[in-house]
């Protein structure tokens, strides 16, 4: 999402966008945005100076990594960025400040989409859990150890080798 400084008017106001996660380049891979992303603005402008004073808001959804069940994630994050626009000549490549950005005044158009890509996903875990103490899926049977108790942890300590050798055990004993 861009604002079109040029023609943006001075003084504070405040603006509602709703983006979707292919407006802001979110990876869908590990999270599912099937609601809206709502972004709150109260942009500040004073000739050359602009500051925004931001929220943006979601529901993400993913698999927990241990037991695969569907969680939900609500995004809330406030943030605050400053652009000063200037000759275009003085525009560096860096401001070297990730909060602070020079816009040329040529074409003073302040692109959001990539601050707000990233204070979304730094906002999300990278391993979602439905909760903390999930118990996740038996390696063996594949129960979900959150619902259900099965009967695979004594077996699990039960190597082919050692079956085998309980076997021989049995053979000897009946003696034949
Ligand atoms: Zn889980
Ligand atoms: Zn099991």
Not at 48 to 64: K, M, S
Not at 82 to 93: G, L, R
Not at 103 to 131: F, G, K, Y
Not at 155 to 169: F, I, K, Y
Request: hydrophobic letters at 30%.
């Amino acid at each position: 999402m861009k604002l079109a400084l040029s023609t943006w008017p001075e003084g504070t106001k405040t603006r509602e966008f709703e983006e979707s996660d292919e407006s802001l380049g979110l990876d869908k891979d590990l999270y599912r945005f099937s609601e809206p992303i709502k972004v709150n603005l109260t942009v500040h402008k004073a000739s050359n100076e602009v500051i925004i004073e931001g929220r943006v808001g979601t529901t993400a959804y993913a698999d927990c990594v241990r037991c695969l069940e569907d969680v939900a994630m609500t995004v809330d994050e406030t943030f605050r960025r400053v652009a000063s626009i200037v000759p275009d000549a003085q525009v560096s490549e860096d401001s070297g400040d990730p909060d602070f950005t020079f816009l040329p005044e040529s074409q003073p158009e302040w692109d959001l989409t990539e601050p707000l890509r990233e204070i979304v996903m730094l906002a999300l875990p990278d391993n979602p859990l439905c909760r903390e103490d999930c118990q996740g899926l038996c390696p063996i049977c594949g129960a979900n150890r959150n619902q259900e108790s099965c009967n695979c942890n004594g077996a699990a300590g039960r190597t082919p080798l050692a079956q085998l050798g309980e076997l021989l055990d049995q053979h000897r004993k009946n003696g034949s």
